[in-house]
């Protein structure tokens, strides 16, 4: 039963708030009474896209990441806007503002909870078809981003090869080989 396991928790408060994300701070009683605190970082949901040319490669953006202090190579992705009505809304605007790129058709993968030991962050991830470089990347403030593409089975290989360490990405690209099928070309 997992109502064994449950914690209660007493009082939250937000610990720390900067755009992107809060770290709350949440006072909590154990299953076995222990009462203690316990901190994690929320998170607005996010998209992340599998996006694919007509010519079957898929996009990618190479971006600065200060966390880890190099380029990451990884799929498009981003949080949701108050103006997107739907997850699927989200990505295609994702797609569009970070890469340049429009998509014909985007289908829904899978949702996950990419770190839920220390973050509530949801990631819905999308396959995008018939992806061409028809708009202007519209990239926010703090993002340096560059589009590029590589061939799907290169990617999987660099996946593999751990070459591409976005966890994102290894996710996306992982689920979708095991589980999706690639849009027709």
């Known amino acids: 039963m997992t109502e064994d396991l449950a914690?209660?928790?007493?009082?939250?408060?937000?610990?720390?708030?900067?755009?992107?994300f809060d770290v709350v701070n949440e006072d909590v009683t154990l299953p076995d009474g222990t009462e203690t605190d316990f901190d994690?970082?929320?998170?607005?949901?996010?998209?992340?896209?599998?996006p694919f040319t007509p010519d079957g490669d898929v996009v990618l953006v190479e971006e600065w990441r200060q966390a880890v202090?190099?380029?990451n190579r990884g799929l498009p992705a981003g949080g949701i806007e108050p103006e997107d009505e739907t997850y699927?809304?989200?990505?295609?605007?994702?797609l569009e503002e970070e890469t340049g790129y429009t998509a014909d058709a985007l289908e829904p993968l899978g949702s996950f909870e990419p770190?839920?030991?220390?973050?509530d962050a949801e990631h819905h991830y999308f396959v995008a078809a018939g992806c061409t470089p028809d708009a202007d990347q519209v990239l926010d403030f703090n993002e340096s981003i560059r589009p590029t593409t590589m061939a799907y089975d290169a990617l999987?290989?660099?996946?593999?090869?751990?070459?591409?360490?976005?966890?994102?990405?290894?996710?996306?690209?992982?689920y979708f080989e095991l589980f999706g099928?690639?849009?027709e070309c």
């Open 156 to 174: 999987l290989d660099a996946v593999e090869e751990n070459a591409i360490t976005d966890g994102r990405t290894a996710l996306g690209v992982t």
């Open 115 to 119: 770190a839920n030991g220390i973050s």
């Open 40 to 50: 994690y970082l929320a998170d607005d949901p996010a998209v992340v896209v599998l």
């Open 181 to 183: 099928s690639r849009p």
């Open 69 to 71: 202090k190099h380029v």
């Open 88 to 94: 699927r809304a989200a990505a295609r605007r994702e």
């Open 7 to 20: 914690w209660e928790t007493t009082d939250a408060r937000v610990a720390y708030e900067c755009p992107g």
